[in-house]
């Protein structure tokens, strides 16, 4: 069995807005995932309630500042932070701010877009 599902695409300068909005409702968040696209980063913020899985999703550029939720749920800086050390993804204001140091990493960033390969997909093979 599974929970339902929805993923909700928005825009980063809707997230705050609506995050505050998904808390009055008694929301909890979940998680946030980051994920490494060619030439941008999708974040995904999970949030549940009564096992109702709402999930709010957007990409963005290297170069863009993601606000953060901490201010609303505090939990959220401890993924803030691991996004900002693996990811090189700029947050702005979070509430408890490791600026660089959560994560001792081999390298600088380990999946940001310049440390990510990505594979081409395996050729396609004809039905017969």
């Known amino acids: 069995m599974s929970e339902p599902?929805?993923?909700v695409p928005v825009e980063k300068s809707d997230l705050v807005g609506i995050v505050a909005q998904l808390f009055a409702e008694g929301y909890r968040l979940v998680q946030i995932g980051c994920t490494t696209l060619p030439e941008a980063y999708e974040l995904t913020y999970s949030f549940d309630r009564e096992y109702r899985f709402r999930n709010l999703r957007f990409t963005v550029r290297p170069d863009e500042e993601v606000p953060s939720i901490s201010v609303i749920y505090p939990n959220a800086f401890l993924y803030e932070n691991e996004i900002h050390d693996l990811f090189g993804i700029t947050i702005t204001h979070i509430t408890v701010d490791y600026r660089g140091t959560l994560y001792r990493?081999?390298?600088?960033?380990?999946?940001?877009?310049?440390?990510?390969?990505?594979?081409?997909?395996p050729p396609q093979k004809e039905k017969g």
């Not at 990493?105 to 997909?121: D, H, L, Q, R």
């Open 105 to 121: 990493t081999a390298i600088s960033t380990p999946f940001s877009i310049g440390n990510v390969k990505f594979s081409e997909p």
């Open 5 to 7: 599902q929805e993923i």
